[in-house]
């Protein structure tokens, strides 16, 4: 007798997967859509006193700047996955060129395609972006970003060795950034100090925080940012608001690799050694300083790194959008199929080595010497499903973490939690399909 019921519910559960994951899909795939395609923002179509608001032009997507208030982010669908409600969320990168447009409709919001016709329900979620406040003189909100609705980002300085010596990785606009947002100033280093109290007192006010990064220029030595890095973590672990943060930095490997210890010593929970792309050439023309440091001892630091934090804990990030360019130089429109199969290489080959591959999507606001590479909505959608699946069944990344990095809310302006999310979602439902 139970067994016919306990087929009912097998059937139920299959079928409710199929349209969950099937939703999760289609709202990736918008995600994707917007990331390459950018955004236009309807004035008017939220309430600009409630939300995360941009405020950087990074994301601008080309040179135009919005003139009116433009929201950091859209969640675009929720997805049930067991006991939990997770968010797909769209980074917005302002292009007021886009066929995509967030509007107002009544009291909701909706992203439609002025050329399709296609219409999606979204929603602006209310979050703390700590505007109005200061500390130790200095406004909050020009020290922490809020990066998706769970992540706090800081940068201790905007100053870049490899920058001012000439050799300026060529998708950076990390001094153009903010010398848009605050106007041309020296570059700054903040104190550790000014570091600690921002993250405490952004940390304090907001349950829903759980992880905090800090991502910054390299210092004139090697070692000498690690050091930064290892005092800035002792110090933030210091603080009951703060210690239990999970916490994540980018840096390159040091010249004593003690410091890497040390990094795990001080409460680092992943850290990252970006190589941003495996092929020489590539990397030489940009990023030509990582090039100098080399791929040998980018991977030794990653290998030495996973003895310290262990394998699912050690990341490297590659760029989408870049890694095809090779003597089209400068390129403006790639072929997504090719793109995506060097991505995938590099993918499978930084999980041979036990590392977990991460990946940005290209965009530029026309101030780094790369300048705008068109990207395909579509092809990134693909090369997001397969990173996923590749990701996923590498084992390296626990599911009771639920993402491959943070949350999957935390990382707007990339695809990799979402891949990862739908692979996730697949390897379940075929589960519960054969009544495992
Ligand atoms: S290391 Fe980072 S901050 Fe420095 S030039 Fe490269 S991308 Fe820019």
Request: proline residues 4%; hydrophobic residues 40%.
């Amino acid at each position: 007798m139970n067994g016919p019921v306990a087929m009912n519910n097998v059937s139920l559960d299959v079928r409710n997967m199929q349209e969950v994951v099937s939703r999760a899909k289609e709202a990736v795939a918008l995600k994707c859509h917007l990331l390459t395609d950018g955004i236009r923002i309807e004035q008017g179509s939220f309430d600009t006193s409630k939300v995360n608001l941009t405020r950087r032009h990074l994301y601008d997507y080309g040179t135009s700047v919005p003139e009116h208030e433009v929201p950091y982010e859209i969640i675009l669908h929720w997805v049930d996955v067991a006991t939990k409600r997770l968010p797909i969320v769209a980074r917005v990168r302002y292009n007021k060129e886009s066929p995509w447009h967030l509007v107002r409709d009544g009291s909701e919001q909706l992203v439609i395609n002025s050329v399709t016709g296609d219409r999606s329900a979204v929603k602006i979620r209310e979050v703390a972006d700590f505007r109005g406040q200061s500390i130790m003189g200095q406004p909050l909100d020009s020290l922490v970003q809020r990066l998706g609705y769970d992540l706090l980002g800081l940068v201790p300085t905007n100053y870049c060795a490899f920058y001012r010596s000439g050799g300026k990785c060529a998708f950076c606009e990390i001094v153009e950034t903010h010398d848009d947002l605050i106007g041309r100033t020296a570059p700054y280093r903040r104190s550790l100090e000014l570091l600690t109290a921002a993250s405490v007192a952004a940390a304090e006010q907001d349950e829903s925080v759980t992880s905090i990064t800090f991502n910054g220029g390299q210092l004139n030595g090697l070692d000498e940012t690690v050091r930064m890095y290892v005092r800035l973590l002792e110090m933030i672990s210091n603080h009951s608001a703060t210690e239990s943060l999970d916490k994540t930095i980018a840096c390159m490997p040091p010249e004593d690799w003690s410091l890497i210890e040390d990094l795990a010593g001080a409460g680092l929970n992943q850290f990252f050694i970006n190589v941003e792309t495996m092929d020489e050439q590539v990397l030489q023309y940009m990023a030509p300083k990582k090039s100098e440091i080399g791929l040998p001892r980018m991977f030794e630091g990653l290998e030495r790194s996973i003895n310290a934090f262990g394998v699912g804990r050690v990341y490297s990030n590659l760029v989408y959008g870049i890694q095809t360019i090779g003597s089209k130089w400068p390129a403006k429109w790639l072929r997504a199929s090719d793109e995506n199969a060097a991505m995938l290489q590099q993918a499978k080959e930084l999980l041979d080595r036990r590392v977990v591959p991460t990946f940005t999507v290209y965009h530029s606001s026309g101030r780094n010497s790369t300048g705008p590479i068109r990207l395909s909505g579509d092809g990134l959608f693909r090369f997001t499903i397969e990173y996923g699946e590749l990701v996923r069944d590498s084992g390296y990344i626990d599911p009771a973490r639920g993402a491959v990095l943070f949350s999957i809310g935390s990382l707007p302006n990339t695809t990799y939690n979402d891949g990862w999310l739908l692979a996730d979602m697949a390897t379940r439902f075929h589960s519960i399909e054969s009544g495992g």
